[in-house]
């Protein structure tokens, strides 16, 4: 465990402090899972914060393998006071990645708790710890035979744990709504482990399987909060089907979009259509298939109007295009694909819908990365769209509204965040995502070059604007950077922000002293609230 040079120190505690937490922790979980040198802390900073930046930076990183490890990590920042930051993979870099939200605070990455405990085929659910990445549970289901599949993430190196307990999306059948995860195990912050739902009672047969408990549920407390460390999840795998069938939506006006999203929202609540879309702009599509410099070679200024219609043309995008897909028996496939195919094409001049159909085992074999990625088999692939500005040096912000699932919010919310995006001389980029058949998500994808420092600043920017610009209009994020996590939370203050007292309510019953990730989701201890 070497040193590193200048130790940034949480407020209201010294460097000693803080050296004394490490020493601790380094003697309690031994020196081989405690980690201060300068390399290893920059490898957990923000991958795009702004280069000149020195927020979110931690003072050490400690990697636990038990339950019995967080407990004594637990045991010593109630001890001495020293906030700490949990991530499970640390993966999400659109919202801020690894780093903490508070500076000085030691982060307990989850890393390696990485067991795939359980697979249950006859029920259809695994149970895993933290640290497992969509790519473990996928090659855990296939190692065994399973006819099972996987609903996933875009990104395959995410924790499963991580992408559920921040609300984000998965896209096959039973993502909708978030609805894979049932049951978890959470070590709280003064040290105990609770089980929660049907768990609560030793030996239940049913944990896994029923996602409710007697008297109060407390699972969703612990999504996108700082009220307790989860170790294990139960994770709902879905029969492998007859037929998967993606398909694939173009657009070919930019107001199309406000049709589209009226129809679909018919074929979903009908349940045609049972799994979450994904509808992108055509630039979106076009920073995975193609690069920026050969349709516009200006960093400065957004693609303007005309090149956009003559890049959707080129690259066969259209101004939109969404990917979907169809599960289950041949016939039924066939069926709906012909109901689809008619309520688009007919409902939208010059619209097209198109796909085919493969076995489950065919899946992995095909070329096109969200193909697979509605299959349920996981990939880096789509990362390759923070390439658009810098290359390897591109970086991204996710800006996340939630809309209701009409065609008039749609239209209105591409509005408003072209207007911010392009203001800020970026282009407009988004993936508006149906979570359910009432309500979609307008994931913008504010992409820039990490290394112009003079564009990361206005990236951010650009962000702060479109929290207010969203909200003026009844518009608010579902999950939030680290940057402005108080600013997003700020914007929800009916009743003189009750929500959020109530949240530090709870907060401060649980953690009397603070110790768990202070800030997440601007949901701040008692000892940093004045400061907030």
């Given amino acids: 465990m070497s040193e590193v040079d200048v130790r940034p120190v949480p407020p209201g505690l010294s460097e000693d402090d803080v050296r004394d937490a490490i020493e601790r922790l380094a003697e309690a979980l031994g020196a081989d899972k405690v980690f201060t040198d300068s390399e290893t802390l920059r490898s957990f900073r923000d991958p795009f914060q702004v280069t000149t930046s020195d927020a979110f930076l931690a003072s050490a990183v400690v990697m636990p393998t038990t339950v019995e490890e967080i407990q004594a990590i637990v045991a010593i920042a109630n001890e001495t006071k020293v906030p700490l930051w949990t991530h499970s993979q640390g993966r999400n870099n659109g919202y801020g990645g690894p780093a903490p939200r508070v500076s000085g605070s030691v982060i307990v990455s989850l890393r390696n708790m990485n067991r795939v405990l359980e697979i249950d085929e006859k029920l259809g659910y695994a149970v895993v710890e933290p640290g497992v990445r969509w790519f473990d549970l996928y090659e855990a289901v296939k190692a065994g035979g399973h006819k099972l599949m996987v609903s996933i993430a875009d990104l395959g190196w995410g924790s499963v744990i991580g992408n559920s307990l921040d609300n984000g999306a998965t896209y096959m059948p039973y993502g909708v709504d978030q609805a894979s995860w049932c049951g978890m195990e959470v070590v709280l912050p003064n040290g105990e482990v609770m089980r929660?739902?049907?768990?609560?009672?030793?030996?239940?047969?049913?944990?896994?399987?029923?996602?409710?408990?007697?008297?109060?549920?407390?699972?969703?407390?612990?999504?996108?909060?700082?009220?307790?460390?989860?170790?294990?999840?139960g994770y709902w795998l879905m029969p492998e089907p007859e037929v998967y069938m993606p398909l694939w939506?173009?657009?070919?006006?930019?107001?199309d979009l406000a049709v589209a999203t009226d129809v679909l929202r018919t074929l979903m609540l009908d349940d045609t259509i049972r799994m979450n879309p994904q509808i992108m702009s055509g630039t979106l599509l076009a920073a995975v298939l193609s690069s920026r410099a050969k349709h516009w070679d200006d960093p400065s200024t957004p693609i303007p109007e005309e090149v956009l219609e003559q890049m959707a043309a080129e690259l066969g995008t259209g101004r939109w295009i969404m990917r979907f897909a169809l599960y289950g028996d041949e016939a039924v496939v066939d069926h709906r694909f012909a109901k689809v195919k008619a309520a688009f094409e007919t409902?939208?001049?010059?619209?097209?819908?198109?796909?085919?159909?493969?076995?489950?085992?065919e899946i992995a074999n095909l070329a096109d990365p969200s193909e697979r990625v509605q299959g349920g088999v996981p990939s880096l692939d789509l990362n390759a769209m923070t390439g658009w500005y810098g290359g390897e040096h591109g970086g991204h912000i996710g800006f996340s509204p939630v809309l209701p699932m009409t065609g008039e919010d749609a239209v209105r919310v591409r509005d408003i965040m072209r207007r911010e995006m392009e203001s800020t001389g970026l282009d407009y980029m988004a993936a508006l995502i149906p979570i359910?058949?009432?309500?979609?998500?307008?994931?913008?994808?504010?992409?820039?070059?990490?290394?112009?420092?003079?564009?990361?600043?206005r990236a951010y920017e650009g962000c702060r604007r479109a929290v207010l610009a969203a909200a003026k209009e009844g518009y608010g994020e579902y999950r939030a950077h680290l940057d402005f996590m108080d600013l997003a939370t700020e914007q929800y203050s009916f009743g003189d922000h009750v929500q959020r007292r109530f949240n530090e309510t709870i907060k401060d019953a649980l953690d009397p002293n603070g110790i768990l990730s202070p800030g997440k989701q601007s949901i701040w201890p008692k000892r940093m609230r004045e400061g907030r």
Wanted: hydrophobic share 40%; proline share 5%; net charge positive.
């Fill in 196 to 233: 929660t739902g049907m768990g609560a009672m030793p030996g239940n047969r049913a944990w896994h399987c029923y996602k409710r408990s007697l008297g109060p549920t407390a699972d969703l407390l612990f999504t996108q909060s700082n009220y307790g460390i989860v170790t294990k999840l």
């Fill in 249 to 255: 939506l173009r657009l070919p006006r930019n107001d």
């Fill in 347 to 361: 409902a939208i001049d010059g619209a097209a819908v198109w796909g085919t159909k493969v076995a489950p085992d």
């Fill in 436 to 457: 359910n058949a009432r309500s979609m998500i307008h994931v913008t994808m504010v992409i820039f070059d990490t290394a112009s420092v003079e564009q990361s600043e």
